[in-house]
Structure formats: structure tokens, C-alpha cells
């Protein structure tokens, strides 16, 4: 029998780490106006940030998880300073900073597996499983939980109630006019880039601390982060938390389905391609879409 708790359970989870890998990838693209390939990279630089920090140098795990979201923070806002924001000025075009987003990723892979290896790494953490009546868990999905909402409460205060916030919600819906109205463009999209990272950063420390540290632990759900952020709309942090449980519930009712068929689990990434096709023939703008497009 089904224990369809459990699959709701299982689906918030994976809602929230989706949640917290694909807010910056949805606010940087509407802002910047074009896709950052190398956001997977953004997940894995956190991943071995946290390994570096708590296994390596036997750092407290609160301490250790800090200093690598702060670097994965400092990673985002440099990739746009010394990389995006200068081939932006000069005018370059979709395809030049798709391709340049691309080869930032590959320099960012390349750095860690020449500093880590290639290998599988763990964290050396054995999580207890914890029943609450039928729905069994452990500390870890937990507290994914707990982070995931203090996060998502904490951005809706900033986008609602500060003035940044709203600098980069205008910025996003019209930067000519954000411009003209007074706004630094470059200050407010630095500071996007920047939590945009730290929170991809904090994602790829919960994949990896759930299963294991692989190069590729990023580009593995890169996938979804864009389903995620064109079923949402492109630019919207409402649209992201709506696509996010979306996608994490229609993954796990298929690895249900899938399992009643007889066929492997590891076709559920199938999900996410489904439904960024389906979102791009049917409502290519999104759920809640605030990027207006440029001719």
C-alpha cells in the first residue's frame, strides 16, 4: 500500500531544496535578462565549500555551513563584476553570455575536481530517522524545512517591505524605467547575483549532505531549475515557491507511478523536461511571469 504521506512529505522536501537552488536563477535571469548556465556551479561551489570547511578542516557545522554560503555569495557577486556586468556594457548579445555563463561553469568544475578530485565525497554523517506516525524522516529534512521557510518568509519581507526589495522587483519588470527613476542598476543586480549564489550555495550543501559530493551534484538538477523558473515565470519569487512544490510533487507521484510500472526511479528527471516543454508551447511567460520580453 501507498503511503501517500509519505510521498507529500518526500515532495515538500524536494519542493524546498528546489525552492532555495532556483530563486537566484529565476531573479538573475530576470534581471540580466538572459539564462546563467553556470548557476549549477553555484550549487556545487557550496557543496565543497561546506565539505572543505566541516570534513577537511573539522570546522563546527554551523560554522562551517556559514562560511560557505558566504563564499558562494562572494562567488556570485564576482562572476558578475569581473564577467556578465563588463560584457553587458559592451553590448553583447544573448548568445554571448549564454556561451560565457557556460564556460564559467566548466572553469568552476574543472577548479574543484583539480582541488578535490573527481570522486565521490561524503560527509561522514549519519543522519537518525525520526517517525512521525506514518511519515518517517530524519534531522536533515528537517531542518531543509525549517531553512527553506525562514528563507522564503525572510524574501518576501525584502521584496515587500524594503526599499531593495522593491529596487529589484521594478528593476526586473522595467530597468529603463527603474533606471530612470533613480535606481543603481549595477548595485541591485551585484546584490541579486550575490544571494542568488548563497542560496544556490545552500541547496547544494543539503543535496550533498542528503546523498553524496559529486562534480556534477549541480548540473544534475540544472534541469529543473529551469522548469522551475519558466513554469513560475521568469524573475517572479512567488512563481518560483508555486513551480517549486509543483515539481517536487509531480516527481515523486511519478517515481510512484513509475514503480507500478516496473521502471526505474531514475526516469523522474523525465518530469521536469515534461513539464518545461509543456510550459514552453503553453504558457511560455509563466505562472507569474514580471520579465517583460524584448523585441
Excluded at 509519505?6 to 537552488?21: D, H
Amino acid at each position: 500500500m501507498i503511503n501517500w504521506l509519505q510521498v507529500l512529505m518526500n515532495s515538500i522536501v524536494w519542493g524546498c531544496m528546489y525552492m532555495l537552488a532556483t530563486v537566484g536563477l529565476s531573479l538573475s535571469y530576470g534581471l540580466s535578462r538572459f539564462p546563467n548556465f553556470a548557476h549549477a556551479e553555484y550549487i556545487t561551489f557550496g557543496a565543497y565549500m561546506a565539505f572543505l570547511f566541516l570534513v577537511v578542516s573539522n570546522l563546527d557545522i554551523y560554522l562551517a555551513v556559514g562560511l560557505a554560503v558566504v563564499l558562494s555569495a562572494f562567488m556570485g557577486g564576482l562572476s558578475y563584476l569581473i564577467l556578465f556586468k563588463p560584457l553587458k556594457s559592451r553590448g553583447a548579445s544573448l548568445v554571448h553570455l549564454m556561451v560565457s555563463s557556460i564556460g564559467l561553469g566548466f572553469l568552476i568544475r574543472h577548479f574543484l575536481m583539480q582541488t578535490f578530485g573527481g570522486g565521490i565525497q561524503s560527509f561522514r554523517i549519519v543522519w537518525p530517522t525520526i517517525s512521525i506516525g506514518p511519515i518517517v524522516t530524519t534531522p536533515l529534512l528537517l531542518a531543509i524545512l525549517i531553512v527553506a521557510l525562514v528563507i522564503a518568509f525572510s524574501l518576501h519581507i525584502l521584496l515587500t517591505k524594503t526599499k531593495l526589495g522593491k529596487a529589484i522587483r521594478a528593476t526586473a519588470d522595467n530597468p529603463e524605467l527603474a533606471a530612470a527613476s533613480g535606481i543603481d542598476l549595477n548595485k541591485v543586480s551585484l546584490f541579486t547575483w550575490s544571494l542568488g549564489a548563497a542560496l544556490a550555495g545552500f541547496s547544494g550543501i543539503f543535496l550533498a549532505m542528503r546523498s553524496s559530493l559529486v562534480p556534477l551534484i549541480g548540473w544534475k538538477v540544472l534541469l529543473q531549475t529551469f522548469a522551475i523558473t519558466l513554469l513560475g515565470g521568469v524573475g517572479s519569487f512567488y512563481g518560483v515557491l508555486i513551480a517549486s512544490f509543483i515539481l517536487g510533487l509531480s516527481e515523486n507521484v511519478g517515481v510512484v507511478i513509475l514503480t507500478w510500472l516496473g521502471l526505474s526511479a531514475d526516469y523522474r528527471s523525465a518530469v521536469a523536461f515534461i513539464i518545461l516543454v509543456a510550459t514552453l508551447i503553453l504558457k511560455p511567460e509563466g505562472l507569474m511571469a514580471v520579465a517583460k520580453r524584448r523585441a
